[in-house]
């Protein structure tokens, strides 16, 4: 979660967060006037996608590798990412990414331990409980890119069943990072009034006062200093000029209705039946995190570890999202099969790819004048399994947004890599070094071939 962030502190105590500034920028960030950094957010589903393996059908990725388009996805509308369609010309579709490793008792484990780390799966702990032996992606992007003290964002929606909750962020070897799965909570505090105690929001109700008058003699002197641009001049103005009282902002607040929801469903923010919702605000929250300049890496995990969500397809509950992955009404190997699994299993995949669009139309609705959020930065839905077997093999990968340039989109790439490679470029694009200063070339276990992916790679 995030600790620190840039504030104007006031009287009472009260702090105002700050649109994102240049002036204030890491200079290592590739961005130009008025936009923000380039950023990553990693989406993570479970448990495989209905693609081409064994006696199945292909029903995931699109019929021709190369590039994509509007009216290529539409034709290809029968498979799971031509709900994309809207934004063909941001998306790179990677298929044919592998985990290096062997997971240790548990498959489900072991993906999750290796899809943002590309790190050896623990000896002890294993099975459900192994771990990753190296730091995810999300944290080498923050712990280099963003300022010191501030972690990526790191949420979740679903419920914990316990056998395996957390998989996604590490910040460092078995150091699993945990996630917060309230919206509302997550909203708070990055974007509240944080540090205000209780006399302090009593004061301020019985005076009804703009928090402007509580921050005012900072601003002043923040209007005042000789370096702030002029773009971040009128940005300020702007802002405070919008703040009208408590938690008012001008880019880092959402619609108050929207709050409303997710305080509304916060008492049961970890139920089956909200997965879906509380996804999609998560998403509002991980593009606004973007849009102020919060923080470069952000992930949202979408059920737990075996994800056991019962989703409802066609007005219907379906069986666990686990069980109709093994096509079989069980956890285990042996088990009644459960009739229609694989074009349930596809109607799950369809549900999350509608899921990261939403993301991707928060994203492309923030308008930098340069282009949208979306093309500054890279969002990925990734998978910790491959299929309905669970393999560590052609696990899906799917990329949308330039990272303000550097990503070639539009294209669809066949590729036999371990993931590590895949990590490498994401990070790369948006600003990470090597040890030599270099690119980010050698992410992940040091026994791995190291590189970039030069198919996704502006020239």
Known sequence: MITRRRVLRGLFGVTVALPFLETFAPRRAAAGTGDVPPFAIFMRQANGVAQEVGDEPEMFWP????????ESMARDSDRAVSELKDHASKLILVRGVKFAFQGNGCGHSGGGNQC??????????????????????????????????VEPLTLYAGRMAGYINEVLSYRGPMQLRAAERNPFNAYQKLFGLVQTDAEAMKALAARRASVNDLVRGEMKALMG???????????????????????????????????????????????????????RMQMDIIALAMACGVTRAATLQVGDGNDGTEYTIGGVRQKSFHKISHRIDSDGSEGPPIEGAQELHHQIDRIHARIFKHLLDRLAAYDLGSGT???????????????????????????????????KTGQFVDVNITNNKLLNTIGAAIGCTNGQGGPLDDFGDESLEGGLVDAILKA
Request: charged share 25%; net charge negative.
């Open 373 to 407: 959020l979306l093309d500054h930065g890279v969002a990925v839905w990734l998978n910790d399994l491959g299929d309905k077997y669970h393999s560590y093999r052609k696990v899906p990968y799917i990329l949308a947004g330039g990272a303000a340039g550097a990503l």
């Open 63 to 70: 019929r021709e590798v190369g590039p994509v388009s509007a």
């Open 225 to 279: 200093r000789s370096d702030l641009s002029k773009s971040d001049r009128a940005r300020l103005e702007l802002h405070f000029d919008s703040i009208r009282d408590l938690e008012a902002s001008l880019a880092c607040e959402l619609p108050a209705e929207r709050v409303a929801e997710m305080e509304a469903i916060s008492p049961k923010a970890g139920s089956n039946d909200n997965v879906e919702a509380v996804a």
């Open 116 to 149: 943002l780390t590309a790190a050896r799966v623990s000896e002890d702990p294993s099975g459900n409980e192994s771990l990753a032996m190296g730091e995810s992606i999300d944290n080498r992007i923050a712990s280099e890119l963003n300022p010191p003290g």
